[in-house]
């Protein structure tokens, strides 16, 4: 399928709530709408949204901490997944973060949650290592992947 439906655009107030929706489908500790908001006040939060057709689609937040970004979260609508959009999502955000002299983008992901784990390692993340029972709501390990840029 062609990507150019898929609009990258950085996130403002207009998209807050249906972000939240979509962390209320994927999360079991979903972000709310105020801590959401909350990052559109941090000056080294870099959030992006994805529109497909105009609709909020998805999401990624990356916090910057000089030569290395920390991957907040990642999102999309179960309603445009395999679409190609958290990839689209996660290509744009590096861009940026070239831009920033980043050299890493670093994050954690449940061990169980296979789609992600999947997604990182089609994109080039490197396994770095296990941080147990990190998760809560369930209790769980979290792998830790880097992507060099
Ligand atoms: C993980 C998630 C962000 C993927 O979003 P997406 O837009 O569907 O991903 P893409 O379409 O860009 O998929 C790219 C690749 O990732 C892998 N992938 C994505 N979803 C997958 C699935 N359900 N099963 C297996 N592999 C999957 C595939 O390799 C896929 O490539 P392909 O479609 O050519 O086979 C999405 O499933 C999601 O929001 N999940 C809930 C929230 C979450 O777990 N976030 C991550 C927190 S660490």
Redesign the pocket.
């Known amino acids: 399928m062609s990507l150019d439906h898929i609009k990258i655009v950085p996130m403002s107030e207009e998209h807050i709530a249906a972000l939240a929706a979509i962390e209320q489908q994927?999360?079991s500790t979903p972000w709310s709408a105020q801590s959401l908001r909350e990052e559109l006040e941090i000056p080294s939060a870099v959030f992006r949204v994805a529109l497909v057709d105009g609709a909020v689609a998805?999401y990624m937040g990356m916090q910057d901490a000089g030569d290395v970004a920390y991957v907040c979260?990642?999102?999309?609508s179960p309603d445009?997944?395999?679409?190609?959009?958290?990839?689209t999502l996660i290509e744009a955000q590096c861009k940026i973060a070239r831009l920033m002299m980043i050299r890493e983008l670093s994050?954690e992901?449940r061990t169980s949650?296979?789609?992600?784990r999947?997604?990182y390692e089609?994109i080039g993340f490197q396994y770095i290592g296990t941080r147990p029972h990190f998760y809560s709501h369930p209790s769980e390990n979290a792998e830790i992947y880097t992507l060099y840029l």
């Open positions: 994927c999360f998805g979260n990642i999102a999309v445009y997944r395999r679409q190609g959009v958290a990839t994050l992901v949650n296979r789609e992600a999947a997604l089609k």
